[in-house]
C-alpha cells in the first residue's frame, strides 16, 4: 500500500483539476506510479492569486464519494479518502475555538491536520497556533516548509517544532529538484537531520502530477532502504491515525544558499 497524504485531486474546489475528465488523468497517472490510496487535501481559508478557496468537510466528504465512484466505473485502481489543507490565516485560532468542525484530519480520524504556511512570511501567531492545535487533540502536520522564505533562513525553528511533537511534509516535487535548486538543496538538508516525516506529492493536475514514487526511489538510493520505509510506512499510518515515532532529530543550522538568489554559486545540487 502506498499512500499520498497531500494533493488536490478532488475537481472544482481549488486550483486542482476543473472537472470529472480532468480528475481521472490525473487519478491514472498517480496508479500507473504505484500509488494505492490519496488523501484528497483541498486548500481552505487559502487567497491564491484573485481565488479565495474555501471548503468545509461535508462537501469534501460527498466528493470523495462521487470520486470513487468515478474510479470504480473506470477500472482505476485508486481509492481517494477525505482531507483538507488548512492555510495558517489570521483568524485561524479564533475558528480553532468556534468553528472546530471545519478541520477535518487526514482520513477523518480526528488525529493529523495538515497545516500550510505562507510561502513569503510566517505569521507571529505561528507558535501559539500550534499549540492551540495540539491542546484540542490534533497533531499538526506541517506542509512544504522548504517553500518558506523565513524557515529556509531559520531551519532551527522546524527542529524546535518537530521536538515539541509537531510533524513535517516536504513535496516529492521538491526532493526531485522540479521546483529548483535551492529548495531541493534544503530538502535534503532537513532529511540530514532527521526532519522529515511524510513525503507527498501536492499534486494539482496533469501538468503537475503525482512525483511521489521517484522521490521514494531517490531516498532509497540517496539515503537508506530503511528511511524509505519510515517515509512511506508513517504515511500508510494516517490512514487510521495511529501513532507515529518521531525519529530523534538532530540541531540544524542555516545555510546561505537557501536564501540567496538561485543562480547564486552556492546553491548548487549535491552530487547524486
Known sequence: MTVDIHNHILPGLDDGPKNWDEMLLLAKQAAATGISHVIATPH??????EHFYENDPFTIKKLVKEANIHLKNKDIPLTILPGIEFHLHNQIQSDIKKRLKDFLTLNDTGKYMLIEPPCHHLPDHTDMTLKLLQKVGFVPI?????????????????????????????????????YGKRLKNFSLHLLDHELVHFIASDAHHIRRPFELISSYEFIDKKYSTEYRSYLENNASKTLSGAGIEINEPTYIEKKHQYFFFYNHPLNRIRET
Open 142 to 178: 506541517i506542509a512544504h516548509p522548504e517553500r518558506n522564505r523565513v524557515l529556509r533562513k531559520n531551519p532551527s525553528i522546524i527542529y524546535k517544532w518537530v521536538k515539541s511533537g509537531i510533524l513535517i511534509q516536504v513535496t516529492a516535487g521538491s526532493i526531485n529538484g522540479t
Open 44 to 49: 481552505h481559508k487559502h487567497q491564491h492569486k
